[in-house]
DNA sequence: GTACTTTGATCCGATAACCGATCATCGAGA
DNA sequence: TCTCGATGATCGGTTATCGGATCAAAGTAC
């Protein structure tokens, strides 16, 4: 629930609710409702607002557990997370497709081995 | 702007307006003033309504351009995609943090060539 | 040709989103 | 001890969201 993460991120980030709504310039009173699931459809501009002193992206805040055609399409935040830090680092797609490559290998490798 | 990011996969999805907002079980109006972008703050719900019918997630309706501090956040749907194959073929992130690692050095390697 | 259906745009109103003010409680400082 | 400020929760009101109805135009079938 979007609250939750909301409230969890939040306390990670050790701001007190009237400290975030301040800095969000929305409505602590809203807020707290939010947090706490008795308001559920926020807007998007609300959410953008608490995702930027959050210091996420709104996808964080809603849950990634979009459904396409029954298949799951969430992807955990820590492979986001993940991916995001090895562009940072200056890797390239080519080699984390090496990379798969070899992993892919080494599952095959591992299988055969008998 | 969200509203053409909508219209935009709409088309690309071959359906009308009118179709798009049965599938999604929201009134055809309102989507229409949004796509202009004459009403630029739908709810959350709206999104994902929008958002499971045209088989995306609510990022890529938004568009993933958080700041975080100055710095941008959004990270190419290709790498994404990357990350998420690679989870299907069952990297765990032990390995991929091992690689990581193992590029790092690599650069560092590089530069220090000298 | 006419009749019907579909489209996206326009209009108006109900209601939930979101606000500011207030409240009860707690903690810190004098 | 008392006072003040901060906290999160509660309350009532404003207004923008989002709905349904309608419209004008285009497309299709007979």
Known sequence: MI???I??????RR???T???DRAGIAKSYLSYI?????????????????????VDVETLIGEE???????????????????KAVLTGITKE???EFQRFVEYTNWKKKHKT
């Open 19 to 21: 400290e975030l709504a």
């Open 15 to 17: 701001l007190s609710l």
């Open 35 to 55: 947090e706490r699931n008795l308001q559920k459809n926020p807007s998007i501009q609300f959410l953008e607002k608490i995702a930027l002193v959050l210091e």
């Open 95 to 97: 080699e984390f497709q």
């Open 66 to 84: 979009t459904m396409v055609k029954g298949v799951k399409q969430d992807l955990e935040q820590e492979w986001i997370d993940l991916a995001r």
């Open 3 to 5: 609250g939750y993460r």
């Open 7 to 12: 409230k969890v991120l939040r306390q990670k």
